[in-house]
């Protein structure tokens, strides 16, 4: 940033010399240029917030780098210009000091908007893909794939976009010249320039509007799916990175609903960022061309009822008009980013309670439970509603403030223009100019009413998005910093914990086991009470329970698998169930069939290649005797079964246990089981005894 501020720097000063040397107003018995001397001014300006833009954020960098780039070219042609250097071929695009201008004031806005702390807030979760620093292979068409950066593919985009909207507002200012021109031909009735202007001007530049519009669809849509693929990814793999997906189910605080703060949340924050960024910049870029024609009108504008003139007096009114409708639109809607945001979770969880209730189907059936899910589906929908009024309560009144702001609106200019077209100030087409380049100010200046509920949806969507990155943080530091429960690999046989203490979230310690061994190559099991913590204690060892401290010694490279009493059956075929987490091509066709097989499922291993919702079409006891087959497959080193067999009667259970003997001898099973019949298919026996102070301990009993 530091070469580019220079660079300007020098434009600017190229500027203020040559408008030092030639000009046409006597100041300080000086010939100078006010008009370029103020360009290499705000130059200046530029320059030093280009320096200390190095600072800001990656997102923002991106648009000071091109306006720095863009005023340094401008700025010297526009001096170039001056001292008759320009090619007289290329006299209609010298760029305009108000080019220049406008571009300055791009980079100064870009530059102070860094410091407000939502635009903050935004910008940490944008810079999230610029700064990403995976390759890419981008189709290039004639020239094949080519690889390249996210960040510098994703750059390139948001500058090439950013250059096509800077192309658009020019083309809509030529046209507002051709507007004037044409009225002008009108009321002269001037047939010749009429069907002249129409014919040359305006079919040329709409040509290069409408592909201008086109090129801009295709790339803002390359951006927008290039960006939540990459954040998608991002966000899912936090998610489900080293037991997340646990971990955030457990803190609470922003973790509701994780699976639309990545469908929708994202999304939606891409297609707003995007929006947002780009469409100011455009109003910002059409406020600064439109406000120069409205001050450069010839006629002179005196304040009514009075003999003052007010050098560009219809771009005062549609500064102070614009100022007092944001006013009091904020006044009006700003409650509705906390509505917009409530709504959001209200929805979220209607939904989920919906699809939970899909998935308990059979549960609620057997239970004869509907009228209970009704009460509470009415409950959720309830909450929804209540808000859902609330919202509509307060766009009312928004919406009538922006109803009459909208009305006025057009007739405004006509008002303050129309007396001095009676008086033949102006021409037709001026006033029409006038007319139209008032509209464009206002609009711009307007940006915020029009859109008011739309920023509200997206503040709230920018805090929902906010509040789970950092509920992904804190799981992903959860158990993971000093005092925590250490896993270490050690090249002793057996399983052993030392100065182990399992506590609940809220902090009450429930399990202390200072010296404990599971022994290896045999079977154990684990019994004790409800509520005991023996599942909390499997998953101390299993590595996801973060709550605690102490030390848990593996055997060196040893693979440990938990079996829990509900099975996870995810969608797919059959195969894909079975041979879960490892890829359904990991394993034969017969290999499958064949622990399946094992597993008891005989009549299921001609099914595998069938895609069917497994986890409603199996039993409790079938899809516990299919993570069975999953431990088959994988020849675990310990296999930890929690209460994995409990859904099975007393024969299949021992049936399962003798075969798991029997076809994984090199695996030690620890298992929760609270049936007498368990003991006698364990060699060793682990209680977890209460002591005085409530805590469990568990301890080998034989």
């Known amino acids: 940033m530091k070469f580019l501020g220079l660079a300007v720097a020098l434009a600017a000063i190229v500027c203020i010399v040559a408008g030092a040397a030639k000009g046409s107003v006597a100041v300080l018995g000086l010939s100078v240029d006010p008009t370029m001397i103020g360009v290499g001014l705000v130059g200046l300006a530029l320059a030093l917030a280009t320096v200390r833009a190095a ?95 996210e960040r510098h593919f994703a750059t390139g985009l948001i500058m090439t976009l950013v250059l096509i909207n800077q192309l658009q507002v020019g083309i809509s200012v030529r ?92 999304r939606n924050f891409i297609l707003d960022t995007y929006s947002y960024s780009i469409t100011l910049i455009q109003q910002i870029s059409t406020l600064v061309s439109f406000s120069l024609i409205l001050w450069a009108m010839p006629a002179e504008f005196v304040f009514p009822g009075t003999n003052i003139v007010v050098p560009g007096l219809p771009f005062w009114v549609a500064l102070a008009y614009s100022t007092f409708g944001t006013w009091i639109t904020h006044l009006i809607g700003r409650p509705l980013v906390r509505l917009e945001f409530a709504q959001e979770r209200y929805e979220a969880d209607f939904r989920f309670s919906l699809a939970r209730l899909r998935e308990y189907a059979e549960q609620v059936a057997l239970l004869r439970g509907e009228r209970s899910e009704l009460g509470i589906l009415g409950g959720h929908f309830r909450d929804l509603v209540a808000n859902y009024y609330r919202i509509v309560k307060r766009v009312l009144k928004l919406n009538t403030f922006i109803s009459f702001y909208g009305q006025i609106s057009p007739i405004l200019p006509y008002v303050i223009i129309a007396p001095y077209y009676f008086l033949d100030k102006v021409t037709l087409g001026q006033m029409s100019q006038v007319a139209g380049a008032f509209g464009r100010v206002e609009g711009a200046l307007s940006f915020f009413i029009d859109r008011y509920r739309s920023v509200a949806r997206y503040k709230a969507n920018v805090d929902r998005l906010q509040t789970f990155s950092e509920a992904l943080d804190k799981a992903g530091t959860l158990g993971k910093t000093p005092p925590h429960i250490e896993e270490r690999h050690q090249s002793q046989q057996d399983l052993t914990l030392r100065d182990l203490s399992l506590r609940l979230p809220d902090g009450r310690e429930i399990v202390r086991a200072p010296a404990l061994g599971f022994k290896s190559g045999g079977a154990t099991l684990v019994t004790g009470p409800s509520g005991s913590g023996k599942s909390t204690l499997f998953r101390a060892i299993a590595g996801i329970w973060p709550y605690g401290q102490g030390v848990v010694d593996l055997p060196q490279n040893a693979r440990v698998l938990l079996l829990p009493q509900r099975p996870y059956v995810p969608s797919g075929t059959l195969k894909t169930a079975a041979t879960y987490p490892a890829p ?79 076809h994984l001898p090199a695996t030690s099973i620890v298992s929760i089981g609270h049936r007498s019949t368990l003991i006698a298919m364990h060699d060793w026996r682990v209680e977890m005894n209460a002591g005085d102070d409530g805590v469990f301990v568990p301890a080998a009993t034989g």
């Open 584 to 662: 359904a091509d990991t394993y034969s066709d017969e290999q499958v069939r064949e622990a399946l097989k094992l597993a008891r499922l005989a009549p299921l291993a001609d099914r595998i290649l069938e895609d069917e919702n497994w986890g409603q079409r199996l039993s409790g006891g079938e899809q516990q005797r299919l993570a069975i087959a999953r431990a088959i497959l994988d020849k675990p080193d310990w296999l930890f079964l929690d209460e994995a067999t409990s859904a099975l009667d007393e024969k299949l259970e021992a049936e399962i246990y003798a075969m798991l003997r029997q």
């Open 55 to 149: 600072r800001i954020s990656t997102f923002l960098r991106i648009f000071s780098k091109l306006f720095a780039v863009e005023f340094t070219l401008l700025a010297l042609a526009y001096a170039a210009g001056a001292y008759g250097l320009w090619p007289a071929a290329l006299s209609e695009a010298l760029p305009p000091a108000s080019l220049c201008v406008t571009i300055a004031v791009f980079g100064l806005i870009v530059y102070g908007i860094s410091f407000i702390p939502v635009i903050r807030q935004i910008t940490r979760l944008a810079d999230l893909y610029f700064d990403a620093t995976e390759d890419i292979d981008v189709p290039t068409g004639l020239f094949g794939i080519r690889r390249m950066r």
């Open 175 to 266: 046209l507002s010249f051709f507007n004037r021109d044409w009225f002008n031909a009108i009321q002269n009735k001037d047939q010749a320039a009429f069907w002249s202007l129409l014919l040359t001007v305006f079919l040329f530049w709409a040509f290069i509007a409408i592909a201008s519009n086109l090129i801009e669809y295709f790339f803002d849509a390359v951006l927008k799916i290039n960006w939540r693929r990459w954040l998608t990814a991002r966000y899912s793999g936090v998610w489900l990175n080293d037991g997340g997906i646990y971990r955030m189910g457990l803190i609470g605080d922003g973790a509701d609903n994780p699976d639309q703060r990545i469908a929708e949340d994202v």
